[in-house]
């Protein structure tokens, strides 16, 4: 039993590895190929992403006069969903510091991205809809100008739960440590706590986290539904941007699951225990403060 365990704990140390290493290799990807373009108007746009767009516009048309169904164009729109998650600015660094105030596990990330997944494939077809009509098109320019500040204001008040339970904790050991001393006798007294315990009220945050990174649709998304209105083929249309939601959920997973690898190890040494006693603190604060930066922009940008 110990010899399976120490594989599937070596096993489980490999695949932190690669993903940490896929993840880095689509950052400095997205990043250089941007610096490289130097196109302002398009922020975050790729030749593998353009590429894979122009041939889910294309299957899109073709499918309209063959009636096809490729599964090549439904895994261009995951490529491409990927992509666009890796840009700068798409709440990777909220995510994993949330998981990392609230204790999170892996279900916790999957959660997250799956929540962004359904809310984000709803937001483009209910956007998409819209624009085909006058009035819709009013309503959808105003609901992409005003989105951002109950995004921002939700993350804020995400961040302030995390520090209310972050001050409670601390508060609730300080009482247990002093109420142990006052009567001259000892008591047993466990100093270990288990940091890697997921929050019981976590579930709520966690799906209001997923629910707010993904009722802002992207331009892709919405270009992709167009087309697929265009040319008739909609369930087609609904398929790719669900393809591309999961794109992006799955690097919102992946990203999750690094920052909470990160912090399971940084709590297994003994080096970094200051570090990991603090860690929850600075996620709370980091959360609060990527709220705010977004009422901020989205106030600004009125």
Do not use: C
């Amino acid at each position: 039993m110990q010899s399976k365990n120490l594989l599937i704990s070596a096993a489980g140390k490999w695949v932190f590895a690669l993903l940490f290493l896929l993840i880095l290799i689509g950052l400095l990807y997205v990043l250089t190929t941007a610096q490289l373009t130097g196109d302002p108007s398009a922020p975050g746009q790729t030749p593998l992403g353009e590429a894979a767009l122009s041939f889910v516009h294309r299957t899109l048309q073709v499918s309209a006069a063959t009636r096809a169904f490729p599964l090549l164009a439904l895994g261009a729109a995951f490529l491409l969903g990927g992509l666009h998650a890796l840009t700068p600015g798409h709440n990777k660094t909220l995510t994993g510091a949330y998981l990392v105030g609230a204790h999170g596990r892996l279900r916790h990330a999957v959660l997250i991205g799956s929540a962004t997944a359904f809310s984000h494939t709803a937001s483009a077809i209910v956007i998409g809809t819209l624009a085909l009509s006058t009035a819709g098109q009013f309503f959808s320019v105003q609901y992409l100008r005003w989105i951002g500040l109950p995004s921002g204001i939700l993350a804020v008040i995400l961040g302030i739960w995390l520090l209310r339970k972050y001050f409670g904790a601390r508060g609730e050991h300080s009482h247990d440590y002093g109420h142990d001393h006052e009567h001259g006798h000892s008591h047993p007294h466990d100093h270990s706590h288990d940091h890697s315990a997921p929050d019981r009220m976590t579930l709520g945050g966690l799906v209001a986290l997923g629910l707010m990174h993904g009722i802002v649709p992207t331009i892709d998304a919405l270009a992709i539904l167009l087309v697929a209105l265009n040319v008739e083929q909609v369930i087609l249309g609904i398929g790719l941007i669900l393809a591309y939601s999961f794109g992006i959920a799955t690097v919102l997973i992946a990203v999750g699951t690094l920052f909470i690898q990160t912090q399971n190890l940084l709590l297994e040494s003994p080096r970094f225990s200051v570090l990991s006693r603090w860690s929850p603190l600075l996620a709370a604060i980091t959360v609060i403060l990527l709220g705010l930066v977004v009422v901020v922009r989205t106030l600004v940008s009125l």
